[in-house]
């Protein structure tokens, strides 16, 4: 079992910055299968980050590439998302995710196990 906490999210004017947490608990921690998904109201999940476990690199969206960066401090069990440049359409519920290693897709909701409870991001015009 694995628990996640996230935290770090909040209202931010177009233009600013946030870093999200995600905590994590339980069964050992391995920063290589997480993820970061975002669901907005009336809309789908959708895949924002992760790490592939291959060599632990990161993905990202389209829509945040270049603005957003994944890190890990595996000595606190904790993964980061430092989120810059934020836009409106940026607001949304942010969820961290664990899935099981060696899963090769990434992307998709379905592959992980565990979310933590989410944190909403909303970002002023």
């Known amino acids: 079992q694995v628990q996640l906490v996230e935290s770090g999210g909040g209202l931010v004017q177009a233009g600013g910055s946030l870093r999200l947490s995600c905590a994590a608990s339980?069964?050992?921690?391995?920063?290589?299968?997480m993820g970061w998904f975002r669901q907005a109201p009336g809309k789908e999940r959708e895949f924002v980050a992760a790490?592939?476990?291959?060599?632990?690199?990161?993905h990202y969206s389209d829509s945040v590439k270049g603005r957003f960066t994944m890190s890990r401090d595996n000595a606190k069990n904790t993964v980061y998302l430092q989120m810059n440049s934020l836009k409106p359409e940026d607001t949304a519920v942010y969820y961290c995710a664990s899935r099981g290693s060696q899963v090769a897709v990434i992307r998709t909701p379905a592959t992980y196990n565990y979310w933590g409870q989410g944190t909403q991001v909303t970002v002023s015009s």
């Open positions: 790490n592939e476990w291959t060599r632990c690199s990161t």
């Open positions: 339980g069964r050992t921690f391995d920063s290589c299968a």
